[in-house]
């Protein structure tokens, strides 16, 4: 399963983590849907604590 795939169901894909995992240890995730002509993508740190302060970023369907 491609965890990058935008369709109109959201997928979640781990884009980056640290490889030594100590007390600050943290991983990037992104939501990944596509909305029309647009993928969005929302992301930001692993975990519930983090949801309001994850970032959004639009691309270009087409081009994506």
Do not use: H, Q, Y
């Amino acid at each position: 399963m491609n965890r990058f795939a935008a369709t109109g169901e959201p997928t979640t894909a781990t884009i980056a983590c640290c490889p030594s995992c100590g007390p600050e240890c943290f991983a990037v995730e992104a939501r990944i849907r596509r909305e029309g002509d647009a993928v969005r993508w929302e992301w930001g740190r692993r975990g519930a604590a983090w949801d309001g302060k994850r970032r959004t970023t639009l691309f270009d369907a087409a081009a994506f």
